[in-house]
């Protein structure tokens, strides 16, 4: 399913921002 594999980049790439800048959080 190419949604959930969208959807699961999207849900990675917003974590793994938030570990990067946890100021910006």
Not at 13 to 22: A, K, N, S
């Amino acid at each position: 399913m190419i949604a959930l594999l969208i959807l699961s980049i999207g849900v990675f790439g917003y974590m793994f921002y938030v570990l990067v800048r946890p100021e910006k959080f």
